[in-house]
């Protein structure tokens, strides 16, 4: 992994061929013949839905408005997917409460590209015959970050699965011409660790495989939408003084607090004033408001997610 700072890592294909299409890939896109989709994975909530959410928004537009456009240039697309049905977790009330506040945040963070919500395929769509080996320290970690998560799928597989087109899309097999940028905090890393070798089995396979890159945020230890037990939720916010104190408490480790939860806690006073944090609590407070949010905002609607969101009428 390439070091772009202390907080920010870049990550690329292992494979030479695969190294060798995403370089070309890149020179396209400054040129303007390729595509620039970031893509962003939110997994299932797990405790509640995090004040926090607002802060990674606030870092997240930052690497948008800067890294992003120095190393492909200008963003086209910003595409975020719940993995939820993924990891076994077929709640679609928290899931879109999940994507529309994140999506909602990175609007009032300043994000204007167009912003597609999905939801991940619950089926397997990476082909069984795609022999990846491991080493079995990552192994390890999949199975502890499972545990943690609280996913009822096979840690290997989910894993695996991150590659599927309704993920990363790492196995597109799409005639546009896109490269695909994940952004993410440091977990991904250990995914991003797992996607390379399957892309490099695809390529021994003949499959297509689209140019892609990762952003490890590595700073951001703790997923957002991994909540700890301590951290405020997100309607706190309609008391901005006592969302940041209860934010900068659960970080401190002197009162039992998480200490990977600091860089967000400091990017929510970024954002706490911005206008339309109010309305965004309001917004995705439960279920059904936040499915009349998602529609009336102006984001792409992806055809699983619309199916998912007619059963909550």
């Known amino acids: 992994m390439k070091v772009l700072s202390d907080s920010v890592g870049l990550a690329c294909p292992w494979d030479p061929r695969d190294f060798s299409a995403t370089v070309r890939a ?6 303007g013949e390729r595509i620039v989709e970031v893509r962003l994975g939110v997994g299932p ?4 839905l995090p004040a926090r959410v607002l802060g990674h928004a606030a870092i997240v537009a930052g690497i948008l408005q800067s890294d992003v456009i120095a190393i492909a240039g200008p963003l086209r ?4 997917f719940s993995s939820a049905p993924k990891a076994g977790n077929h709640e679609i009330g928290s899931a879109v409460r999940a994507l529309g506040a994140l999506a909602g945040a990175l609007r009032v ?74 952004v993410g905090s440091a977990p991904e890393g250990k995914f991003w660790g797992v996607r390379w070798r399957v892309r490099a089995a695809a390529l021994a396979h003949g499959l297509p495989v689209t140019p892609a890159l990762a952003l490890i945020l590595k700073a951001l230890r703790v997923p957002w939408y991994n909540a700890t037990s301590t951290e405020p939720e997100l309607g706190v916010m309609k008391s901005p003084t006592a969302a940041i104190a209860a934010l900068d408490r659960a970080a401190n480790p002197k009162y039992g ?20 944090v ?24 992806a055809p699983r997610l619309d199916s998912a ?5």
């Open 77 to 80: 697309r910003l595409w975020l």
């Open 109 to 182: 963070a300043g994000i204007t590209s167009p912003i597609v919500l999905e939801l991940a395929d619950a089926a397997q769509e990476i082909p069984a015959n795609l022999e990846v080996a491991l080493p079995p320290k990552l192994i390890a970690w999949l199975d502890r970050a499972a545990a943690l998560s609280g996913n009822t799928a096979p840690a290997i597989w989910y894993a695996r699965e991150h590659v599927a087109l309704s993920m990363f899309a790492d196995l597109g097999g799409e005639d546009d011409l896109v490269l695909r940028i994940t």
């Open 309 to 313: 969101l007619k059963r909550l009428l």
């Open 26 to 31: 890149v020179q396209q896109a400054h040129r």
């Open 257 to 276: 607090g998480n200490f990977g939860l600091v860089p967000e806690a400091r990017a929510l006073r970024r954002i706490v004033n911005f206008a339309g």
């Open 278 to 301: 109010s309305e965004l609590v309001d917004a995705v407070a439960d279920a059904k408001s936040a499915e009349r949010y998602v529609r009336q905002s102006g984001f792409v609607i």
């Open 45 to 48: 909530l797990r405790h509640h």
